[in-house]
């Protein structure tokens, strides 16, 4: 069976925090994608990166940082210096079709 | 651009009625899918397609059928809506497994 839990349901930071929204996942394939999708107020999800389970390098994307652990099944999403902009949803995807619940980031000025 | 769209933002339907979202992508992608979203649940699939013609459940198929004609259009059929079928409703494709996917804006669905 495949599973992704987003275990933090909503956080809400200050403007210039850093934060990280957590993504675990369940998989037997040893061939494997996982996502990080935006979902901001207007609705529409934004695809924000993708890695393949044999490429465990850190990605690094302006503010935007992941951190892909195969020991841990984790592949974890920090944003530094949060804005205001950054509020949305976040999604955390296995392959085509496995989402995780979001979670739903506040930054507040 | 890109782009994914999806026939009605909002809608609003009564209970029994046959419902039809209907979904088109321009990017000429193999894939497509229908989710629903519920607070608290993430997005769900319903369907998929991987070719013209061709369908595939999801996790939650029941009270839902799909059409796929043409490449470019995914529809997405309540045969007799129930309440428990209000939802927002997403669409997307993708051109292959693996790959990212492209969403529409979605049509968030009341029936009363």
Same mark, same amino acid.
Request: charged letters at 25%.
């Given at each position: 069976?495949?599973?992704?839990?987003?275990?933090?349901?909503?956080?809400?930071?200050?403007?210039?925090?850093?934060?990280?929204?957590?993504?675990?996942?369940?998989?037997?394939?040893?061939?494997?994608?996982?996502?990080w999708?935006?979902?901001?107020?207007?609705?529409?999800?934004?695809?924000?990166?993708?890695?393949?389970?044999?490429?465990?390098?850190?990605?690094?994307?302006?503010?935007?940082?992941?951190n892909?652990?195969k020991?841990?099944?984790?592949?974890?999403?920090?944003?530094t @210096?949060?804005q205001?902009?950054?509020? @949305?949803?976040?999604?955390? @995807?296995?392959?085509?079709?496995?989402?995780? @619940?979001?979670?739903?980031?506040?930054?507040?000025? | 651009?890109?782009?994914?769209?999806?026939?009605?933002?909002?809608?609003?339907?009564?209970?029994?009625?046959?419902?039809?979202?209907?979904?088109?992508?321009?990017?000429?992608?193999?894939?497509?899918?229908?989710?629903?979203?519920?607070?608290?649940?993430?997005?769900?699939?319903?369907?998929?397609?991987?070719?013209?013609?061709?369908?595939?459940?999801?996790?939650?198929?029941?009270?839902?059928?799909?059409?796929?004609?043409?490449?470019?259009?995914?529809?997405?059929?309540?045969?007799?809506?129930?309440?428990?079928?209000?939802?927002?409703?997403?669409?997307?494709?993708?051109?292959?497994?693996?790959?990212?996917?492209?969403?529409?804006?979605?049509?968030?669905?009341?029936?009363?």
């Amino acid at each position: 069976a495949q599973k992704v839990t987003q275990a933090q349901t909503e956080i809400s930071v200050v403007e210039k925090e850093d934060v990280t929204l957590d993504c675990v996942y369940e998989t037997r394939d040893t061939t494997y994608y996982l996502f990080w999708y935006k979902q901001p107020p207007s609705g529409e999800l934004v695809f924000l990166i993708r890695r393949n389970s044999f490429d465990e390098q850190n990605e690094i994307s302006g503010r935007y940082s992941w951190n892909f652990q195969k020991s841990t099944s984790s592949f974890n999403f920090t944003i530094t @210096a949060s804005q205001v902009v950054d509020s @949305a949803v976040y999604f955390c @995807a296995l392959n085509d079709m496995r989402f995780g @619940a979001g979670t739903r980031l506040t930054v507040k000025p | 651009d890109v782009k994914v769209t999806q026939s009605s933002r909002y809608l609003v339907k009564r209970t029994g009625e046959k419902v039809f979202l209907e979904c088109v992508q321009d990017m000429d992608h193999e894939n497509m899918f229908w989710y629903r979203q519920d607070p608290g649940l993430g997005l769900r699939l319903i369907y998929f397609s991987y070719d013209v013609k061709m369908k595939e459940k999801g996790d939650i198929p029941e009270g839902y059928s799909v059409s796929r004609e043409k490449k470019e259009r995914f529809s997405l059929i309540l045969e007799s809506a129930s309440t428990n079928q209000t939802s927002m409703y997403l669409c997307a494709s993708s051109s292959g497994w693996g790959d990212e996917q492209f969403f529409g804006p979605g049509t968030r669905l009341t029936v009363l």
